[in-house]
C-alpha cells in the first residue's frame, strides 16, 4: 500500500518553543491530508483537514495559531506547534488522502514538552 | 455530524479462541465504516472497510466484519486470535462521498488482549 513518513517519530522540547512535525506521502499525490491528535489512552481527534494550497479547515476547539498547518506541495504537510506547553504533549497522526484511495497514516509523533 | 461507540474498552481472549469488537455509529446521512489497528506508539494500520455492495467485508489478517444498517453496527470479529493480534482496535466512520473520504471520526478504542 501507498507510504506516508511522519517526523520525528519522538521529539522532546521545552516549554515555550515551537516544534514542527512534517508528513509526507512517499509515492502518491496527496491533495488532502488530516492531522488528528491522540491523548494517552484515548481515542484520536481530528485536528484539522489540510488541502495542497489553500488554508487548513480546523476542528472546533482547535486553536489555528497554535497549530499552524502549512500544505505547500502535493507531498508534504507540517504542523508547528507553537509555543508549546506540558498541555500540548501528546500522540500526534497526520494521514494522506489521494481521491482514488483509502486515507494512510503515518507512524505518529510522540510529543512531550518538559 | 457522526459519532462511533465501541462498546467494549478491553476484551481479554484466550490464545485461538473467537473474539467479536463491538462498534455502533450513528449519523443521518450515508458513512463508510473502518476498522484500523494500532499498535503501541505506532501509527494506524487499515485492517478492513466497507464503502458499499456486500454487507460482509474481510479484511488483513483474518478478520471480518459486517455492516448492519438497521442496526447501525459495524462489529469485527475473528474465529480464531493469535498473541500478535494483541492491539488496540478502532472503529471509525466518515461521511460516505469523495469529499469526505478520510476525514474520520474514531471510537474509543478497544484493547485486544490475547493470553496464552
Known amino acids: 500500500g501507498a507510504v506516508v513518513s511522519q517526523h520525528p517519530s519522538r521529539v522532546i522540547c521545552k516549554s515555550g518553543t515551537s516544534v514542527k512535525i512534517e508528513c509526507r506521502s512517499l509515492?502518491?499525490?496527496?491533495?488532502?491530508m488530516f492531522w488528528y491528535r491522540q491523548f494517552p489512552k484515548q481515542s484520536l481527534m481530528l485536528m484539522a483537514t489540510?488541502?495542497?494550497?489553500?488554508?487548513?479547515?480546523?476542528e472546533q476547539g482547535v486553536e489555528k495559531d497554535k497549530f499552524l498547518i502549512n500544505h505547500a506541495s502535493l507531498t508534504l504537510s507540517t504542523l508547528t506547534v507553537t509555543s508549546a506547553h506540558p498541555e500540548d504533549s501528546s500522540f500526534y497522526i497526520c494521514?494522506?488522502?489521494?481521491?482514488?484511495?483509502?486515507?494512510?497514516f503515518g507512524q505518529g509523533t510522540r510529543l512531550t514538552v518538559v | 455530524a457522526q459519532s462511533v461507540t465501541q462498546l467494549d474498552s478491553q476484551v481479554p481472549v484466550f490464545e485461538e479462541a473467537p473474539v467479536e469488537l463491538r462498534c455502533n455509529y450513528s449519523s443521518s446521512v450515508s458513512v463508510y465504516l473502518f476498522w484500523y489497528v494500532q499498535y503501541p506508539n505506532q501509527g494506524l494500520q487499515l485492517l478492513l472497510k466497507y464503502l458499499s455492495g456486500s454487507t460482509l467485508v474481510k479484511g488483513i489478517n483474518g478478520f471480518e466484519a459486517e455492516f448492519n444498517k438497521s442496526q447501525t453496527s459495524f462489529h469485527l470479529r475473528k474465529p480464531s486470535v493469535h498473541i500478535s493480534d494483541t492491539a488496540e482496535y478502532f472503529c471509525?466512520?466518515?461521511?460516505?462521498?469523495?469529499?469526505?473520504?478520510?476525514?474520520?471520526?474514531f471510537g474509543q478504542g478497544t484493547i485486544l488482549t490475547v493470553h496464552p
Open positions: 489540510s488541502n495542497e494550497g489553500s488554508k487548513a479547515t480546523y
Open positions: 494521514s494522506a488522502r489521494d481521491p482514488s484511495t483509502e486515507a494512510f
Open positions: 509515492d502518491f499525490q496527496a491533495t488532502t
Open positions: 471509525a466512520v466518515s461521511k460516505a462521498g469523495g469529499t469526505s473520504y478520510g476525514k474520520l471520526t
